[in-house]
């Protein structure tokens, strides 16, 4: 206690005399910084001419010795001897008389360099001079430490911090003298810093920065600290990094349809993430993988590019892009929608009806297809086609496509084929498998066969017989029919092979010349007409006819012809060109048709040609004719007028004049026909007897009569318009072996009765009853339902082609009493009701449909 | 070995420290009066260096210097306060005469090596230069006799001093109470502007216990430290109200009387009087 006071009392007596020093000495204050060279000054001045500087001695309080001294006592002051204290300022000081005042100058100063300096100037009369100067050594701050808030040191960045973040930061300034200030700048703007010292010299300024906003990324934050005006400051700048989650996110292009099986790159951007987002792609919760993202140049938007096929499957998947920022993974990711509308080329499938049986549908039934349809946007048109053609709404022809259903009525071999139907919506024609329709049918004789075998007796003749048929397994009957008997053909003549049979023939006497007749069977039945084959002696052929010249040149000339019978047998043609002068044969042309050109003939001459047949039998007529050739042309328009004009001219007139008349006497026998017809009908007399038709009798007839009945043009499903006859035929034909009919006939109507009722048909098509209109409206709510249904269109009155069509096959007319002779004239259709309908159709169909008679079953 | 050396080293520094010149003892006085004069001593050690100069400021203010090598060596400069006796200085002593207030101050004496390092020692005192009263403290305002109950008021005043005196009034020998004491008063005297005549006031009511063998003993001590003390000292009778026709005012002329005797004289008069009033009694 009593230690305590004392040296209490010592300081403040030292202190007490410091403060009379300073009073009594002048003192000057010198700030110099590190480093730098500081000049402490001396006023060595004489008051007097006469007097001089004999030394000048410069002390540091602290120490007894001078640390600098400049003698002059014995010499000039210009070589004074100076003298510096090695462990002070050595050589670093040099004294500067010549400055007003003196100076002591000293280089590079040091931190240890601070204290009071004395200068004592020794006079050689004046009062010895003292003054002091106060050296305060300037260090700079040389440390400067950023922490944050978690106590880590910051070098350049700090952060990342997230939005409404606060933070401090802790800017401590060591190691300079005096203590330094220290101050925060924000982007070079200073803020209130609050500071504090630290042990030492040091000091710590502090930062708070924060709620943090999203403008505030990037800010920089320098702290600068210095302790004087020409010290340099120390600073540190650190950049505030932040993490955004994205502000948005977006699918571009989104809740548009999309094609199916058509590649697309779907684009979704998300901005305002920091680092960027990134973004992914999900199909109902699923991860998309094969994502490409994109940055914008300034970092701020990630687009992600995925390139995806979608099929029908996703139709109603969601599509989802979420973006979200890697580094803020408790940050929920951002996600945009969006619910697929897949659209897509038709899907279509053909379904024969399903209580058809496809391995076995006979020629003559009747089919119907439904076209099965998936498609998105729904179709807007539905087609059907056969074999690659499409197929039209034709009732006329059977053909009836109502909605989505392909109805075909009395399908035929023509009709079989490959059927598809097409949907058709904006995403393209979807065509379905072909299903392919076979259809039944029993052998019939195949067209274009040789019919006529000139056979010699005693000759061994090879007769074929050519069927078609479905199935084509089949087996043949052959039977010899002459003017006296009819045999049936021994196997051990016949020879098969798939669709045709060859029986071996050798007439004998006259006896064996007759005609062969050829039945096949399948399973489907019996060959209705068989194969007629004509064997007749063999003969030389017949002259050919209708010969004419074509093709006239200079030197050669054509000659055509239609040939004439063979003989029995295999024939070839012959032209004979001759001089008519001369008879001299200038060409001599054989061909195995009868057409022929003359080469080598001299210009502007005419010649005698001659044209005929011969086979193995020797040569037919010769068919005579002229031919010129033509004239050089100077003289050749001369000819023209004066030779060929008049001739021609009058051989036109006269065939046509023959043409006339003989049209005019054909029409007279058509109209009183039609008449005798139409009388027989009203009066409901059963269909008479077919009009003569003579069996053939001769061989010319009776090749005729074959080759209208076995013609294949006749079952056309779809004939041309000149054929509509033929065609409407062939309907009945079919018709009639379903439905028994109404009539007395039976079901197996025979060849002729059926072609009886083509007489019947001609006149009601050509001519039709007054009664037209009424007539038909009940049959087109009973029978023709079906098409008239599905064309909306019962009130109108039925097309001429569909009034024809009933009046050739009448139906419920007679049940309902409609008065109406030509319902006994034909075959009901009421087994076409029967038929499985599309469903549209069922429910369309009119309450009356229950008068349907009983009877009128199927088969 | 490595400390070895160390201690070597050590033992070097501190002989050098010790060789190196030594200012041993700087004899200045602290208080001087006016008029007087003072020996100033300056005794170094140099410690085997040889002497550049002994110099003497009194402030800043060179006024004295001794170099060796000059002739002469010793050289003064007229500073006002500042009277060398030339006659009676030396290199270690300075001798000033006929001190005046301008003598106080900072004395420092500095001397100084050769070179080249021209090793420099200094120390200083300051000397304070005191103006004692002509004389001592002057009483006024007592009575010879009290009776219990009166009222005692004196007046003790000093002639001008500087500094200021310290004054003190003493009841039987014991400090006065402080409730009994008013002032000091000072006033500038008018010849001396820097000197001040100081007065205090002693009043207070008579007890019996004032009176110790029926008289009370009062004195007034003026103190000028460490130059100056004087005191003026007082014996009073208790007076019976009785008794009072009874020759009371030569009793009282006679302490009156006593009040101007020097302080020796005051003394022995306190010690009679006393006595005779009981013979009286």
Partial sequence: MGSKWITNNTEKYLSYLAYLLDKIVPMTQVVAVAGEPVYLPCDI?????????????????????????????????????????????????????????????VDRVKASDQGVYRCRVDFKQAQTRNSRVNLTVVVPPNKMVITDDKGDVKQAIVGPYIEGDTFTLKCDVTGGRPRPWVKWFRDEVETDTPATPLSGNGVRGVLRVGPLTRLDVRAAFTCRASNHARAHPIETTLTLDMNFPPLTVHILGSNQPLSASRRYDLLCQSSG??????????????????AKETLSTDGNTTTSTVSLQLTKSDAGAKLACRASNPQMPSVPALEDDWTLDIQYVPETVVRLGTNLDPTNIREGSDVYFDCNIKAHPYVYKVEWRHNGKTLLHNVGQGIIISNQSLVLQGVGRKTAGNYTCVGFNAEGDGESKPFSLNVLYAPTCRSSQQRVHGVAKQERAHITCHVDANPPEVTFRWTFNNTANSNEVSDTYVSRAGTSSTVTYTPHTEMDYGTLLCWARNRIGQQRVPCVYHIIAAGRPDQVHNCTVVNASLTSFGVRCSEGFNGGMPQSFLLEVREIVTQEIVANVSSAVPRFTAVGLNPGRTYAAAVLAYNAKGRGDPYPLRAGTLRPPEKHHVHDKSLDLPRTAFQMSASMSVAVGGGIILMVVLILFMIAVKQRCAKRKPRSAPPPSSQPASPDKLREKEDSESDDRNPDIIPSDTDQMQMDYYRQQQVSTISPPLGSRGPRGSVAGVRGGLPAYCPLRTAPPPTHGNMHEPTIEEGYSYGVLFVQNAGIPPPARFASGSCTLPRGGSVTGTPGGEARCGIPLQHLRTLPRPATAATAAPPNAPRVPPRDTPL | MFGRVIVVLLLLWKQEEVNSLRLVELRVPTHEREGGMALLGCQYDLEGDTLYSLKWYKESREFYRFVPKNEPPVYY????????????????????????????????????????????????????????????????????????????????????????????????????????VIGPWYRVSAERPDAAETILQLSFQATSAHFINGAIKLKCQATIAPLYQRETESTHYKAFPITATTDPPDVNKASFSKDYAEPAENSLATLIIPILYLILV
């Fill in chain 1, 45 to 105: 001045a004489t008051q007097d001419e006469e007097d001089a500087v004999l030394l000048v001695l410069w002390y540091r309080e602290d120490l007894g010795t001078p640390i600098y001294s400049v003698d002059a006592r014995e010499r000039d002051f210009g070589v004074a001897e100076r003298w510096s204290d090695e462990s002070v300022f050595a050589s670093r000081a040099y004294f500067l008389p010549e400055r007003r005042p003196a100076e002591l100058g």
């Fill in chain 1, 273 to 290: 993430s920091r680092p960027p987002a990134s973004i992914t792609w999900w199909k109902n919760g699923h991860r998309i993988n094969n």
């Fill in chain 2, 77 to 180: 400069f007229p500073t006002p306060g500042v009277n060398v006796d030339i006659a009676r200085s030396s290199n270690t002593v300075v001798a000033l005469l006929n001190l005046t207030q301008e003598s106080a101050g900072h004395y420092r004496c500095e001397v100084s090596g050769e070179a080249p390092l021209f090793a420099t020692v200094n120390r200083q005192k300051y000397i304070n230069i005191h103006l004692l009263p002509r004389t001592g403290p002057h009483v006024t305002g007592l009575q010879e006799q009290y009776k219990i109950d009166d009222i005692v008021v004196a007046n003790c005043s000093l002639p001008p001093s500087r500094p200021k005196a310290n004054l003190k009034w003493l009841i039987n020998d014991q400090p006065a109470a402080a409730e009994y």
